[in-house]
Nanobody
Framework: QVQLVESGGGLAQPGGSLRLSCTVS????????MAWYHQAPGKERELVASIKSDSITNYVDSVKGRFTISRDNGNTAVNIKMINLKPEERGVYFC??????????WGQGTTVAIGS
């Protein structure tokens, strides 16, 4: 069973930055398009950024210019750098395939809190 382990969350001030990381226990990680997903309190999980196997990236409009997704195929990891964070971006962040499917269970996620 593939395991996804997210890390890097914490408390950031509005306008602050965080870098999240996700390690994936898959030997063929490099073949999969990956993404980061955000689940705000009381809301559904939503994709915020994706990266294909050839490292082409895509972002939802609200994070363009502020979030940067990257992948490290050698270390089977996908990362996201978030700057100029907004209060509504608090919540739990997850990584997974894009699109996710039943073959990979979701990890625990990493929690981002925004506050002064």
């Amino acid at each position: 069973q593939v395991q996804l382990v997210e890390s890097g969350g914490g408390l950031a001030q509005p306008g602050g930055s965080l870098r999240l990381s996700c390690t994936v226990s898959s030997r063929i990680f490099n073949l999969y398009p990956m993404a980061w997903y955000h689940q705000a309190p009381g809301k559904e999980r939503e994709l915020v950024a994706s990266i294909k196997s050839d490292s082409i990236t895509n972002y939802v409009d609200s994070v363009k210019g502020r979030f940067t997704i990257s992948r490290d195929n050698g270390n089977t990891a996908v990362n996201i750098k978030m700057i100029n964070l907004k209060p509504e971006e608090r919540g739990v962040y997850f990584c997974n395939k894009n699109p996710p499917d039943a073959s990979w269970s979701w990890g625990q996620g990493t929690t981002v809190a925004i506050g002064s």
